[in-house]
C-alpha cells in the first residue's frame, strides 16, 4: 500500500515562512510526477504545484509563484513545498500527491496517490 505522509504545518504570521514535507513509503510509480494541493473550508482542491522526477521541471499556480518553491528529495523519497510570504488566504490543508505523468500536471485526476493532509494556517 502507497502512503504519503505530509508533516510540517502550523501557524504562522502573514509575511512569514513556513516548509511542509511529503514522505512516501510503499510502491508507487517508478519515477512518479510529484504534486501538491490545497483545500480550503467551503472551497474546492486546487492545485499549488508539481515537480517531474528528476526535479528538472515545475509547475506553480499563479496565485503562488514567486513565493512558493517545490523540491524533492529521491534518495529519501520526500518532497518539499517552501512557503514564503505567506497570506491569510494561503490558509488550508495541503495535500501531497503522486501522479504517472512525465510532466508536472495541475489535473487533480491524474493523481493517484494522496496524503492525509497538513493544516496551514496563516494569521493576519
Known amino acids: 500500500q502507497v502512503q504519503l505522509v505530509e508533516s510540517g504545518g502550523g501557524l504562522v504570521q502573514a509575511g512569514g515562512s513556513l516548509r511542509v514535507s511529503c514522505a512516501a513509503s510503499?510502491?508507487?510509480?517508478?519515477?512518479?510526477?510529484m504534486g501538491w494541493f490545497r483545500q480550503a473550508p467551503g472551497k474546492e482542491r486546487e492545485f499549488v504545484t508539481a515537480?517531474?522526477?528528476?526535479?528538472?521541471?515545475?509547475y506553480y499556480a499563479d496565485s503562488v509563484k514567486g513565493r512558493f518553491t517545490i523540491s524533492r528529495d529521491n534518495a529519501k523519497n520526500t518532497v518539499f513545498l517552501q512557503m514564503s510570504s505567506l497570506k491569510p488566504e494561503d490558509t488550508a490543508i495541503y495535500y501531497c500527491?503522486?501522479?504517472?505523468?512525465?510532466?508536472?500536471?495541475?489535473?487533480?485526476?491524474?493523481?493517484?496517490?494522496w496524503g492525509q493532509g497538513t493544516q496551514v494556517t496563516v494569521s493576519s
Open positions: 510503499g510502491r508507487t510509480y517508478s519515477r512518479p510526477t
Open positions: 515537480i517531474s522526477w528528476s526535479g528538472g521541471s515545475t
Open positions: 500527491a503522486a501522479s504517472s505523468r512525465f510532466l508536472p500536471t495541475m489535473t487533480l485526476s491524474s493523481y493517484d496517490y
